[in-house]
């Protein structure tokens, strides 16, 4: 059973151009997420997922470097990006995580992988995008599905939301598919470590600098840190994640 951690990536974010190879803590991002990611305990493979624009060169060119499997693929149909990559990985689980997580756990990444494992889901997650609500932090969010599921959804998925954001399809219409979600007690939802922006950047690389080992850091230790300095998470308080059913107005403009 080959478990591969597909990470989506790409340097064309709208709202922050380029980063996903920024600095945080002396490291480009996505090289946290990745190291950070192979410490998963029940991952095998991990690779990048990104485009075939001429923008996305350089991460091409940072996974050559550093030995990191990358697959090159469509810029806004991320559903067969991701497809195509578990394609050629051979894989048959995909764990899906995206390239401004740099907090990534791999903890938290085995904790989904044994509730997928346990419950016999079709798809299984640590939170859905707004507007449903989530209890753990936005910047540990973990999907997970079989390779057999993925190429239902990509053979089946026709709206452009199920194409861009990749695994809506599984959970967009109750009762399609079985459908867990690993659940935190207390809430912790409201606390906001992805880099989407500017801001989440600078909070990002204040929490960083505060963290001894920040490669094995877990998420209770990030906890730890804005729960003694509130002051951080006010950075990023204006920034707010995107719904699921939006997408990206430059892929409308192709059409």
Same mark, same amino acid.
């Given at each position: 059973?080959?478990?591969?951690?597909?990470?989506?990536?790409?340097?064309?974010?709208?709202?922050?151009?380029?980063?996903?190879?920024?600095?945080?803590?002396?490291?480009?991002?996505?090289?946290?997420v990745v190291r950070r990611?192979?410490?998963?305990?029940?991952?095998?493979?991990?690779?990048?997922?990104?485009?075939?624009?001429?923008?996305?060169?350089?991460?091409?060119t940072w996974c050559a470097?550093?030995?990191?499997?990358?697959?090159?693929?469509?810029?806004?149909d991320v559903l067969d990006?991701?497809?195509?990559?578990?394609?050629?990985?051979?894989?048959?689980?995909?764990?899906?995580?995206?390239?401004?997580?740099?907090?990534?756990?791999?903890?938290?990444?085995?904790?989904?992988?044994?509730?997928?494992?346990?419950?016999?889901?079709?798809?299984?997650?640590?939170?859905?995008?707004?507007?449903?609500?989530?209890?753990?932090?936005?910047?540990?969010?973990?999907?997970?599905?079989?390779?057999?599921?993925?190429?239902?959804?990509?053979?089946?998925?026709?709206?452009?939301?199920?194409?861009?954001?990749?695994?809506?399809?599984?959970?967009?219409?109750?009762?399609?598919?079985?459908?867990?979600?690993?659940? #935190?007690?207390?809430?912790?939802?409201? #606390?906001?470590?992805?880099?989407?922006?500017?801001?989440?950047?600078?909070?990002?690389?204040?929490?960083?600098?505060?963290?001894?080992?920040?490669?094995?850091?877990?998420?209770?230790?990030?906890?730890?840190?804005?729960?003694?300095?509130?002051?951080?998470?006010?950075?990023?308080?204006?920034?707010?994640?995107?719904?699921?059913?939006?997408?990206?107005?430059?892929?409308?403009?192709?059409?």
């Amino acid at each position: 059973m080959k478990t591969t951690l597909i990470i989506q990536a790409r340097m064309g974010s709208s709202r922050l151009p380029g980063k996903v190879l920024l600095d945080i803590g002396g490291k480009p991002m996505l090289e946290w997420v990745v190291r950070r990611g192979t410490l998963a305990s029940k991952v095998n493979a991990v690779i990048v997922a990104t485009t075939d624009d001429p923008a996305d060169d350089r991460i091409a060119t940072w996974c050559a470097e550093n030995e990191v499997l990358c697959y090159r693929g469509s810029v806004f149909d991320v559903l067969d990006r991701f497809y195509q990559a578990a394609l050629m990985a051979e894989s048959d689980r995909v764990v899906r995580v995206t390239g401004d997580c740099p907090l990534i756990d791999p903890r938290v990444i085995d904790d989904v992988l044994a509730l997928f494992e346990t419950t016999g889901a079709d798809f299984a997650a640590n939170r859905l995008p707004p507007p449903w609500h989530r209890t753990y932090p936005i910047g540990l969010d973990v999907e997970v599905v079989s390779f057999s599921g993925l190429a239902r959804a990509w053979r089946e998925a026709s709206l452009p939301f199920e194409r861009e954001h990749v695994m809506p399809w599984f959970y967009a219409v109750e009762g399609r598919c079985k459908v867990e979600i690993l659940d #935190h007690e207390p809430d912790c939802g409201m #606390h906001r470590w992805t880099v989407d922006t500017p801001d989440d950047h600078r909070l990002l690389e204040q929490i960083f600098a505060k963290l001894p080992d920040p490669m094995h850091a877990t998420w209770y230790d990030v906890l730890e840190i804005v729960k003694a300095d509130p002051d951080l998470e006010r950075i990023n308080a204006t920034t707010h994640a995107k719904r699921v059913d939006i997408v990206d107005e430059r892929s409308l403009r192709q059409k």
